[in-house]
């Protein structure tokens, strides 16, 4: 299996940027499509964006895309997400995860291993 440990979170300003990332060890990082969720307070869990296992096909929610940037460095068993334009929408816990099948789903229920979250604020 894989563990997956979440930094970069913050307080930033609106119309700023961020950059997430998540260290994996354990298991062989490029066996696992590697995702991003979200959950804001009071708020179900949301996909954010996936990566496949070397990194050629992504995917995003509308509300990210363009934004947000879900990228991955296998060797340095390292995903991220660099975040700009930062707005009152994208303040939540934000969740790594690791899947060992093939493909980048939008559900959390097809992904297999967490991180422990890590939180970003937005101010005014």
């Known amino acids: 299996q894989v563990q997956l440990v979440e930094s970069g979170g913050g307080l930033v300003q609106a119309g700023g940027s961020l950059r997430l990332s998540c260290a994996a060890s354990?298991?062989?990082?490029?066996?696992?499509?590697m995702a991003w969720f979200r959950q804001a307070q009071g708020k179900e869990r949301e996909f954010v964006a996936a990566?496949?296992?070397?990194?050629?096909?992504?995917s995003y929610a509308d509300s990210v895309k363009g934004r947000f940037t879900i990228t991955r460095d296998n060797t340095k068993n390292t995903l991220y997400l660099p975040m700009n334009s930062l707005n009152h929408q994208d303040p939540a816990v934000y969740y790594c995860?690791?899947?060992?099948?093939?493909?980048?789903?939008?559900?959390?229920?097809?992904?297999?291993?967490w991180g422990q979250g890590t939180q970003l604020t937005v101010s005014p």
């Open positions: 995860a690791a899947r060992a099948n093939n493909g980048i789903p939008e559900s959390d229920e097809d992904y297999d291993y």
């Open positions: 354990g298991r062989t990082f490029s066996r696992y499509a």
């Open positions: 990566i496949s296992r070397m990194g050629a096909t992504t």
